[in-house]
């Protein structure tokens, strides 16, 4: 069992997790999100909201991330899309987000990740979540 969707986006948000911030009061540090991480945190918790299951899914599973990012210039359908943001940057705002709205109860159920980003006639994100045997050879139930 497990879940296929797709998530339209006409801009793939390019902000990342690791964008938070950090200032000191008083000798002490204080992190926070940015504006600009605020909003996207926000579009994709929207965004995911209307895919998360009834039932949080439990156990081994694997998580596939395709990015699709609008097509520019010379760029075609399906190529790669070398240029930043890093493809492991980009995943951890979308893991949480789909932690917090209850794909999983928590992502170290995550055993098994694949990503990639792609330029694309029709931008987004697709994902992919699959549950996974018990047995720790990597099959896929």
């Excluded at 890093?86 to 209850?102: A, E, H, P, W």
Aim: glycine letters at 6%.
């Amino acid at each position: 069992m497990g879940m296929t969707f797709f998530v339209a986006l006409e801009d793939v948000p390019t902000c990342t997790h690791q964008q938070k911030k950090v200032r000191v009061n008083r000798g002490i540090p204080i992190f926070y999100e940015p504006e600009k991480l605020k909003k996207t945190r926000a579009l994709l918790m929207e965004r995911l909201d209307e895919h998360k299951p009834d039932e949080p899914m439990h156990g081994p599973l694997r998580l596939v991330v395709t990015w699709c990012f609008k097509k520019k210039g010379k760029h075609v359908d399906g190529e790669y899309k070398t240029t930043k943001p890093d493809v492991d940057n980009m995943l951890k705002l979308l893991q949480d987000c789909m932690t917090r709205l209850g794909f999983w109860d928590d992502d170290r159920f995550v055993v098994s990740l694949i990503s990639e980003k792609y330029w694309a006639d029709i931008p987004g994100i697709y994902i992919e979540i699959k549950e996974m045997n018990q047995d720790g050879l990597g099959s896929v139930l």
